[in-house]
């Protein structure tokens, strides 16, 4: 699973969602309904997608702190939506 955490796939199954990367693109892991070939998204956290919710979806960023000093020349915010 290339682009999930084990902790993200394992929230999702715990939530009886599906985890797992289509055979064309197989280092894009996907998350699934339970008994649905749908929606295939390749992320564990997102706004939106509400079908997800109920099968480990959620939209709690990750988020880290770091102290910025004199050597710092900048600061990137960044997401993939």
């Known amino acids: 699973m290339p682009n999930f955490i084990s902790a993200e796939a394992d ?9 797992f990367a289509l055979l064309d ?5 996907r998350v699934w309904l339970p008994n ?4 295939g998204l390749a992320m564990a956290r997102a706004f939106g997608d509400f079908c997800l919710k109920d099968f480990g979806l959620i939209s709690v960023p990750d988020i880290f702190y770091r102290r910025l000093t004199e050597n710092d020349q900048f600061v990137v915010l960044a997401t993939d939506g």
Do not use: F, M
């Open 36 to 39: 649905n070939d749908s929606p």
């Open 25 to 29: 693109e197989p280092d894009v892991t």
């Open 11 to 19: 929230r999702i199954r715990k939530c009886k969602g599906r985890v």
